[in-house]
C-alpha cells in the first residue's frame, strides 16, 4: 500500500505529488490525459509561486513581468511589483517542467481513470490503487468531487467562462495587462520575447474573436498579429464546495472550489494548499486540512469575491479602473499582497 494517491497531473496534483516524494512518501499520480496537459489560462505565474517552484526544483522557461496594469477605454494605471517579478509561462512549459520534476524523483505518472473511490478506515482504493490517501486535484468540473457530494450549490448569478489563444507579436510591456470592458476582462501576458497569450473573461457568449470587439485599445494592438494557437475554453469558472475532506480523500487545487480567475492567483493558491495537504498527510491528521486550506486561501478568495462582486455590479463595473487610477497606492498595495 503506497502512502498517497493523486488524482490529476495538472500544476495541483504534480505539485503534491513532488512535495509528497520529497518529504518521502511513496506517491503515485493517475491522469487520463496525455502530457503535456494544457489549459485556458492566463499563464502568468506570480512571484511567490515561482519562488515556490524554485524550490521544488521545477525549472521554467518564460518570459519575466514586473506589474500589473489595468485598463478602460481612456485610463490606464501600473502596480510594479516590489518583491520580484512573476513569470510568463506557456501552459504546455509549465506542465513539462512539472513532468521532468516528477520524473527526476521517480514518481509513477499513469495513464488511467481514477474511476470508483472506495475507502475504509485505513485506506482508500481507486484506479486499481490502494493507498493511505487520496489527493483529488482532477480539476473544475472534479469527479471524484461530484462522486463524493462535496459539491455545494449556491444562489444563481452569472456563470462567467474563459477564452484563451496567443499571438504572435513582441511583447509592447514587460506588465500583465488586464482590460476593462462591459463584456468583462481580457488579460494580455508576455510568454516569451515573440509571444503574448490573451485569455478573455465574460458571462457572454461568444468567440474570441467576437469578444475582442470589445476591447477596441487591445484589438489595435493585434491587428497585425497571427494567433499562433488555437482557442481553449474553461467553465463555468465558480465552483462551491461543502468541504474538502471526506475520510481520506482530500480535495486540492480547482477541484477544492473556485471564485474566479480575477486575480490570477489560481497557481500560488494551489501549490500553498498543496504544501498544506502533503503537511496533513505526513502527520496522519486529514482533518487537519479544511481548516490549512481555509487559512492559506483566505486572502485571496476575500479579495477575489470582493472584486467579483464589483464587477458584477452595473454601477460599480465602470468604475474599478478609475478607482485604482485615483488610488494608485491602494491599487498597488493589493496587487503586491496578492504577488
Not at 76 to 102: I, K, N, S, Y
Not at 158 to 185: C, F, M, N
Not at 310 to 333: E, K, Q, T, W
Request: aromatic share 6%; with cysteine; net charge positive.
Amino acid at each position: 500500500m503506497i502512502d498517497l494517491l493523486v488524482a490529476g497531473a495538472g500544476p495541483a496534483g504534480a505539485a503534491t505529488a513532488i512535495r509528497a516524494a520529497m518529504a518521502g512518501l511513496d506517491v503515485v499520480v493517475v491522469e487520463p490525459r496525455e502530457a503535456p496537459i494544457d489549459k485556458a489560462c492566463g499563464e502568468g505565474i506570480a512571484h511567490s509561486a515561482v519562488e515556490y517552484l524554485a524550490r521544488l526544483g521545477v525549472e521554467l522557461t518564460g518570459r519575466p513581468f514586473y506589474g500589473i496594469r489595468y485598463l478602460d477605454g481612456s485610463r490606464c494605471v501600473d502596480a510594479r511589483f516590489r518583491a520580484g517579478p512573476g513569470l510568463g509561462v506557456r501552459r504546455t512549459e509549465l506542465q513539462r517542467g512539472l513532468h521532468d520534476r516528477l520524473a527526476a524523483l521517480g514518481v509513477p505518472v499513469l495513464r488511467e481513470r481514477v474511476g470508483t473511490v472506495r475507502q475504509s478506515a485505513e485506506a482508500v482504493t481507486a484506479a486499481g490503487i490502494t493507498a493511505r490517501y487520496l489527493a483529488a486535484a482532477d480539476g473544475l468540473h472534479s469527479p471524484v468531487r461530484r462522486q463524493l457530494g462535496l459539491g455545494a450549490t449556491g444562489r444563481p448569478g452569472e456563470v462567467r467562462r474563459g477564452l484563451r489563444q496567443h499571438y504572435a507579436i513582441k511583447p509592447w510591456t514587460d506588465l500583465v495587462e488586464v482590460y476593462w470592458s462591459s463584456l468583462g476582462e481580457a488579460y494580455v501576458t508576455p510568454v516569451s520575447s515573440s509571444t503574448v497569450g490573451v485569455a478573455v473573461l465574460t458571462a457572454e457568449r461568444g468567440s474570441l474573436a467576437a469578444h475582442l470587439q470589445a476591447f477596441p485599445r487591445l484589438q489595435a494592438r493585434l491587428e497585425e498579429a497571427s494567433a499562433v494557437s488555437g482557442v481553449l475554453g474553461a467553465g463555468p469558472l465558480r465552483q462551491r464546495v461543502r468541504r474538502r475532506v471526506a475520510g481520506r480523500v482530500l480535495l486540492v487545487g480547482d477541484s477544492a472550489g473556485y471564485v474566479d480567475a480575477l486575480t490570477g492567483e489560481g497557481i500560488a493558491v494551489a501549490l500553498r494548499t498543496s504544501a498544506e495537504l502533503v503537511r496533513c498527510v505526513a502527520a496522519d491528521r486529514p482533518e487537519d486540512y479544511e481548516a490549512a486550506w481555509r487559512r492559506v486561501s483566505r486572502e485571496c478568495r476575500l479579495l477575489t469575491a470582493s472584486l467579483l462582486w464589483a464587477r458584477n455590479r452595473s454601477l460599480l463595473a465602470p468604475r474599478i479602473v478609475p478607482a485604482a487610477a485615483a488610488l494608485p497606492g491602494v491599487y498597488g498595495a493589493i496587487v503586491n499582497r496578492l504577488a
